[in-house]
């Protein structure tokens, strides 16, 4: 099974930019597609944002869409998401997760397609 590491939240202001990274090791990181979810304190686990195991396909959450750009460099085994015009509903903790697939455009925002996720990064977003 892939591990994943989540890096690069923080505490930002409203309207500023942060990326976040997932990095993937111990299987080969182009067979998986891939997702972003998030967790907010007292809510249920959300999509955020998903991306094919070739890069092609991407999806996202409407309340994310035109702010946030999932990316994936399988080069590096790593994936990204680039999030900007942070607002205070953005905070939560975000993870990452992998569902291998045979299909090479295959996305999802069901999180039950999903097998390997990441511990997590917290990102705060001050009203």
């Known amino acids: 099974q892939v591990q994943l590491v989540e890096s690069g939240g923080g505490l930002v202001q409203a309207g500023d930019s942060l990326r976040l990274s997932c990095a993937a090791s111990?299987?080969?990181?182009?067979?998986?597609?891939m997702g972003w979810f998030r967790q907010a304190p007292g809510k249920e686990r959300e999509f955020v944002a998903a991306i094919s195991r070739s890069g092609t396909n991407t999806g996202y959450a409407g309340s994310v869409k035109g702010r946030f750009t999932i990316s994936r460099d399988n080069a590096k085994n790593t994936m990204y998401l680039q999030m900007n015009s942070l607002k205070s509903e953005d905070t939560a903790v975000y993870y990452c997760?992998?569902?291998?697939?045979?299909?090479?455009?295959?996305?999802?925002?069901?999180?039950?397609?999903?097998?390997?996720w990441g511990q997590g990064t917290q990102v705060t977003s001050p009203q």
């Open positions: 997760a992998a569902a291998p697939r045979s299909n090479y455009y295959y996305i999802s925002g069901d999180d039950q397609g999903y097998d390997a």
């Open positions: 111990g299987r080969t990181f182009s067979y998986y597609a």
